[in-house]
């Protein structure tokens, strides 16, 4: 059972474009959002991630929103360019937990020059 | 900094083979993880590591064993393999600091069970 539901499972967009990624959850013990970005052939690598404290952060052209009534959020990809291209994963986990993360199914991103 | 360091990157296993994924971290972390990466699927959490000594089972551990006998390893152990773990899997590292909650991934080793 998929407790972090993401979408869409592709996505392109053209250079200069707004890349958005949408995740929902389940669990409300859950207090740290990560999402990770992942190129063919390596390991995930975290982008960038939000505790429910705060309803957005944005690091450089990477903005999260974050919904806790909804237990929704989302990735923003500001003027996306074709080195973004790569799969994105949104997670979610109790800090508590350690490493244990619960994963959507991630995105393919493509992004067209 | 080698970080997160998984052995081997490719195998094939005949089914009813056995064989051990090797995970090494050399950033002095407590947490490690195991996932599988299936196509559509995401990462899934197949065993974890509170510390050395200490083991539980994730989402998916049904065909898989895992030890921690030091801080550094945590080999993933398939006793006898089966076509449906044909599957990419990744270890994981974290600090133990409540801050410090960023998990540091290998490389991957893609498996493949015929």
């Known amino acids: 059972q998929q407790q972090v539901k993401q979408s869409p499972q592709s996505l392109i967009v053209q250079k200069g474009g707004i890349s958005i990624i949408n995740c929902a959850y389940e669990n409300t013990a859950f207090d740290y959002f990560p999402w990770y970005q992942q190129f063919p052939g390596k390991g995930p690598a975290l982008l960038i991630a939000i505790r429910p404290d705060v309803s957005e952060k944005k690091e450089g052209r990477f903005t999260i929103s974050f919904n806790k009534s909804a237990k929704q959020f989302s990735l923003h990809i500001m003027d996306s360019q074709p080195g973004d291209s790569a799969t994105y994963f949104c997670a979610a986990t109790k800090e508590t937990s350690g490493s244990r993360l619960t994963f959507g199914e991630g995105t393919q991103l493509t992004v067209n020059p | 900094n080698a970080g997160v360091t998984q052995t081997p990157k490719f195998q094939v296993l005949k089914t009813g083979q056995s064989m051990t994924l090797q995970c090494a971290q050399d950033?002095?972390?407590?947490?490690m993880s195991w996932y599988r990466q299936d196509p559509g699927m995401g990462l899934r959490l197949i065993h974890y590591s509170v510390g050395a000594g200490i083991t539980d089972q994730g989402e998916v551990p049904n065909g898989y064993n895992v030890s921690r006998s030091t801080t550094e390893d945590f080999p993933l152990r398939l006793l006898s393999a089966a076509p449906s773990q044909t599957s990419v899997y990744f270890c994981?590292?974290?600090?133990?600091?409540?801050?410090?909650?960023?998990?540091?991934f290998g490389q991957g080793t893609r498996l493949t069970v015929v």
């Open positions: 994981a590292s974290r600090g133990i600091e409540m801050m410090n909650t960023e998990a540091f």
């Open positions: 950033m002095n972390h407590e947490y």
